[in-house]
């Protein structure tokens, strides 16, 4: 038996819930006084839990449709973005002018602790001034390579993006791992049949 330190009833130990942190392992007052207590806190604080329950269920809502609609919502921002182009780069110039010291180290930081991101970026930038990215490419598996580089090695295109006979694309069955000396060596060639296509 427990005398209970609300109602001062003694009552059996099953009335009690668990509370490790008290010397018995039981809470101090019965589950009848609990749940009068919970009613009593609940009807005090009755707007603040239905704000709480409408945020959560709100932001799990939006979790839940972004991941069911990013192809659509994708392909939205593209047409949006380029009805507005003009506005939203003038909106994107802003902001970096009034956050140029915070977005600098935020990639300085983001660059140290990805250095794939660098190479791969360089690369598809490269590329997609050559136009030699193709609209259906998986950017996703370029990055994929690129971040999975092995250290001491280099991601290099088997087929050049700038041959005088043959011209090779920027995508992912386009591109190997050599060691810089074998990336040198190479160069922008590309043999065929023992000729040695040049750039």
Same mark, same amino acid.
């Given at each position: 038996m427990k005398i209970c330190f609300r109602c001062k009833e003694a009552k059996p130990l099953s009335e009690y819930t668990v509370d490790n942190k008290s010397k018995d392992g039981l809470r =101090? /007052?019965?589950?009848?006084?609990?749940?009068?207590?919970?009613? @009593?806190?609940? /009807?005090?604080? +009755?707007?603040?839990?239905?704000?709480?329950?409408r945020g959560e269920r709100w932001k799990s809502y939006l979790r839940s449709y972004r991941k069911e609609h990013k192809a659509d919502r994708a392909a939205e921002a593209r047409r949006y973005r380029a009805k507005y182009r003009d506005e939203v780069r003038a909106h994107r110039?802003?902001?970096y002018a009034e956050n140029k010291e915070q977005? =600098?180290?935020?990639?300085?930081e983001y660059i140290k602790n990805h250095p794939w991101f660098n190479r791969e970026a360089s690369s598809r930038h490269r590329a997609t001034v050559l136009?030699?990215?193709?609209?259906? @490419?998986?950017?996703?598996?370029? +990055?994929e390579i690129f971040r999975n580089c092995p250290k001491d090695? @280099? @991601?290099d295109h088997i087929i050049p993006l700038r041959g005088k006979n043959v011209s090779g694309l920027h995508v992912p069955s386009n591109l190997q791992y050599l060691t810089p000396e074998e990336n040198g060596k190479k160069s922008n060639k590309f043999v065929i049949e023992g000729a040695c296509e040049t750039t």
């Open positions: =101090s /007052t019965c589950k009848a006084c609990n749940a009068i207590l919970g009613k @009593v806190w609940v /009807t005090a604080n +009755k707007d603040k839990l239905r704000e709480k329950g110039r802003k902001h977005l =600098s180290a935020y990639r300085a136009q030699r990215t193709p609209k259906w @490419v998986d950017y996703e598996a370029l +990055k090695m @280099v @991601v």
